[in-house]
């Protein structure tokens, strides 16, 4: 039922399956899965299919609306992506809004492609109680479970990838390779001992921490704008700004996700 997805011309590559996933709102999923998208397409020249499982707000299609609007009516951002076109030899990435019970088989047309995408990744509804979120979660290659120092989010986050974990990657019944909790919006002023006290949780539970962490910082909020000089962060049709990648932990993620996706 969970066997993995895989391309039988012996030609094709490999598309890997990935989500950002959690059961409570807030920890910074849908952000995290805007920016790592567009990083890993612009940036580091990896072909990208976003699929946006989040019904019904759909918070990425609505965001690749807004970036196109913004960018049609700000002159210059609309010679940033046309420069930034003319490099990277393509355009944005395809986003694709999906009910999560239907969204393998959204997957299923792009990975059938002659050139199929070397990642796709899913933006999944907060819950583990609905069936079709469960069913997606296990045909995933990878999944990252975001987790913040607020108790309640924590404890959500753990409590949902202690049940992937033990559904799944302990009995061997899903596709699933790797589960990974990952700690954001991270106040490197605060003093708290949350971070220890719940990474000694999830080593009792057999769940990995990612060394990577991403800070607590207005710039993961800075989306396009009608008008305006201000720099983008969050976008779906141009990767991070050079200006604020440096501190936000970007690159440092995307290479710990890769190095742990290839072995």
């Not at 959204?106 to 990975?111: E, Q, T, V, Y």
Request: charged content about 30%; aromatic content about 10%.
């Amino acid at each position: 039922m969970y066997n993995r997805i895989k391309k039988k011309e012996a030609m094709k590559k490999e598309t890997l399956l990935v989500a950002f996933s959690t059961q409570k709102g807030g920890a910074g999923k849908t952000t995290l899965t805007v920016l790592m998208a567009s990083y890993f397409y612009y940036v580091k020249g990896m072909d990208v299919v976003v699929v946006d499982c989040d019904y019904p707000q759909y918070s990425i299609k609505d965001m690749r609306e807004r970036d196109i609007k913004n960018i049609e009516r700000n002159p210059r951002l609309k010679k940033m992506v046309f420069d930034l076109y003319a490099k990277v030899q393509k355009r944005m990435y395809p986003i694709v809004e999906s009910h999560p019970e239907t969204a393998i088989e959204k997957a299923k047309d792009f990975i059938a492609m002659e050139t199929p995408p070397d990642i796709i990744f899913f933006d999944l509804p907060g819950t583990v109680n609905n069936p079709g979120v469960i069913n997606t979660v296990a045909t995933m290659d990878y999944v990252f479970c975001p987790i913040t120092a607020d108790r309640i989010v924590a404890e959500s986050s753990l409590n949902f990838a202690a049940v992937v974990n033990e559904s799944f990657m302990s009995t061997g019944k899903a596709n699933l390779k790797g589960l990974y909790l990952l700690w954001n919006m991270v106040d490197g002023r605060e003093k708290t001992n949350l971070y220890d006290v719940y990474e000694k949780v999830a080593g009792r539970a057999g769940l990995n921490v990612m060394k990577t962490y991403l800070p607590d910082s207005k710039r993961f909020r800075k989306e396009s704008e009608e008008d305006g000089e201000r720099y983008v962060f969050r976008s779906t049709i141009m990767p991070p700004d050079k200006a604020l990648v440096k501190g936000s932990n970007i690159e440092q993620l995307a290479d710990e996700m890769l190095n742990l996706i290839n072995g």
